[in-house]
């Protein structure tokens, strides 16, 4: 883990770093990743600093585009949310400006703050034709990416048509031999989220378990962050962006044939998380 601080001369220092750390391993692929920017023009309280989570999305951006990377996500809650509409657009407006800023593809979850925004806005602006989704990033062979919807129904909460759905797409996947990394605004397990899950986790992690081709599972939401390994999957929860003023906190995540390698910066941790060897 890195202390971030002087945005521009460490974010030089912070690339040069990453790439001898992960020169010694054989990475397929690379994709940035980040959560809960939830950008508001406003004055923070105690804990959260709406405003100047712009400025960290901004380092952030100039950070990943020095980088080989084949995408970035971010997990959801890229906005807190106005009581009005119009401010609401304008705020979603300046975070979406950042990301375009971006050289390589930029994915998005939906978080519960970004429902403030409306569906039609999202599905317009992101833009999204559904609000789950998978593909496969360019350039890759044996890798999918699902992007879950966990407020589809109602906040943390997965519906039936999107469960049908995962099931049919974790089934393909592994039909095709293909290894699988979830993305989703709500965690599915306790040791990733200690203080807040998706509400139907109970249903929706069966399905992820059972499926046999998933690798990990990646979320927001719980600003504190956590990691746990379940049954051969690594659930990874990513400190929120808006509750590091100081330091930042995303990652870049390094994906090779036998694991993954999380780069964090500043609040973000660094993390090994090898696959389980196959049985023989």
Same mark, same amino acid.
């Given at each position: ?34 959560? @809960? ?10 804990? +959260?600093?709406? *405003? #100047?989570? &712009? ?96 407020? @589809? ?10 469960? +049908?759905?995962? *099931? #049919?797409? &974790? ?110």
């Amino acid at each position: 883990m890195r202390k971030y601080a002087g945005w521009l001369l460490i974010a030089l220092m912070l690339a040069g770093c990453r790439s001898a750390q992960v020169a010694g391993t054989k990475t397929s692929f690379s994709f940035g990743i980040m959560a @809960d920017v939830q950008y508001a023009d406003r004055e923070p309280n105690r804990i +959260k600093h709406f *405003r #100047t989570s &712009l400025n960290r999305l901004e380092a952030s951006v100039e950070d990943l585009n020095s980088q080989n990377l084949l995408f970035t996500i971010q997990l959801g809650d890229i906005i807190d949310g106005s009581d009005s509409p119009e401010k609401t657009e304008e705020e979603l407006d300046a975070v979406l400006a950042e990301y375009k800023k971006l050289n390589m593809p930029a994915y998005h979850v939906i978080g519960n703050h970004c429902l403030t925004a409306g569906m039609d806005t999202l599905k317009k602006k992101l833009p999204l034709e559904k609000l789950y989704y998978d593909f496969v990033p360019a350039g890759t062979k044996g890798w999918r990416c699902v992007v879950l919807n966990s407020n @589809d129904i109602e906040p943390g909460v997965v519906g039936d048509a999107q469960k +049908k759905w995962l *099931r #049919t797409t &974790l089934a393909k996947a592994n039909t095709h031999g293909e290894k699988v990394i979830i993305f989703s605004h709500h965690a599915l397990t306790k040791e990733a989220a200690p203080n807040v899950r998706m509400t139907n986790n109970d249903e929706v992690l069966p399905i992820v378990e059972n499926a046999g081709c998933v690798v990990a599972v990646f979320a927001g939401h719980d600003h504190v962050g956590g990691y746990g390994l379940r049954n051969g999957i690594h659930h990874i929860t990513l400190h929120g962006m808006l509750t590091a003023p100081e330091q930042n906190a995303y990652a870049v995540i390094s994906v090779s044939p036998d694991g993954l390698f999380e780069n964090g910066v500043g609040d973000e941790p660094d993390r090994e998380m090898p696959f389980p060897k196959p049985t023989p």
